[in-house]
Nanobody, 127 residues
Framework: QVQLVESGGGLVQAGGSLRLACAVSGQTISNYAMGWFRQAPGNEREFVVGISRSGATIIHADDVKGRFTISRDNDKNTEYLQMSSLKPEDTAVYYC????????????????????WGQGTQVTVSS
């Protein structure tokens, strides 16, 4: 049974930073392509950033390029999302997701492509 547990959300002022963590249990994180998504009230879940299983390919949504960074710690079986220069429009519930995949460099940017999801963590950016 694979489980993903996000942490690190909270309230931050515009311009501030947060680091989200996604702890994976039940399987080795290096077997998965990983992604971060977010969903604001009334909106669909949207892609934020993803990393291929190999780690060689990273794709960012246009509105987070240069501000958000994804990383992986295989020893801790944990994925991270470092967010900086936060804006009020970044306010949302953030979800991490894992996709079973062969060792390729592919990154999936649609939610339906992912096999496992965390419960989400709230990020609120005040102006």
């Amino acid at each position: 049974q694979v489980q993903l547990v996000e942490s690190g959300g909270g309230l931050v002022q515009a311009g501030g930073s947060l680091r989200l963590a996604c702890a994976v249990s039940g399987q080795t994180i290096s077997n998965y392509a990983m992604g971060w998504f977010r969903q604001a009230p009334g909106n669909e879940r949207e892609f934020v950033v993803g990393i291929s299983r190999s780690g060689a390919t990273i794709i960012h949504a246009d509105d987070v390029k240069g501000r958000f960074t994804i990383s992986r710690d295989n020893d801790k079986n944990t994925e991270y999302l470092q967010m900086s220069s936060l804006k009020p429009e970044d306010t949302a519930v953030y979800y991490c997701a894992a996709k079973i995949t062969p060792p390729t460099d592919n990154v999936q940017i649609v939610p339906i492509a992912y096999d496992y999801w965390g419960q989400g963590t709230q990020v609120t950016v005040s102006s």
